[in-house]
């Protein structure tokens, strides 16, 4: 199975992204899935999981902006962010909570102030 994000760009501060990560075929974790993100000269960090069923954990850093959702049928998992802000500026990598996927290039998100 290959993770492919998708859905990043450069938007101003308060705009807002859909991010996209299509999974080439189903497998058992999908429903722990999750986002997570890298600022330059940072550590990756989650910003957004399932947790293995309906529930979601979130940074602090997003909640109220972020939206984490599926779509069982199309493999797909989503990012809703909204009011976004320059400290948001990051690549974004889906996977699932065990890391068990290779990164990948991720999708750059840039936010101008």
């Known amino acids: 199975v290959q993770l492919q994000a998708s859905g990043g760009g450069l938007v101003q501060a308060g705009g807002s992204l859909r991010l996209s990560c299509v999974a080439s075929?189903?497998?058992?974790?999908?429903?722990?899935m999750g986002w997570y993100r890298q600022a330059p000269g940072k550590q990756r960090e989650l910003v957004a999981t399932?947790?293995?069923?309906?529930?979601?954990k979130y940074a602090d850093s997003v909640k109220g902006r972020f939206l984490i959702s599926r779509d069982n049928v199309k493999n797909t998992v989503y990012l809703q962010m909204n009011s976004l802000e320059p400290e948001d500026t990051a690549v974004y990598y889906c996977?699932?909570?065990?890391?068990?996927?290779?990164w990948g290039q991720g999708t750059q998100v840039t936010v101008s102030s």
């Open positions: 996977n699932d909570r065990a890391n068990s996927f290779p």
């Open positions: 075929g189903s497998f058992s974790s999908f429903n722990a």
């Open positions: 399932f947790l293995g069923d309906a529930r979601t």
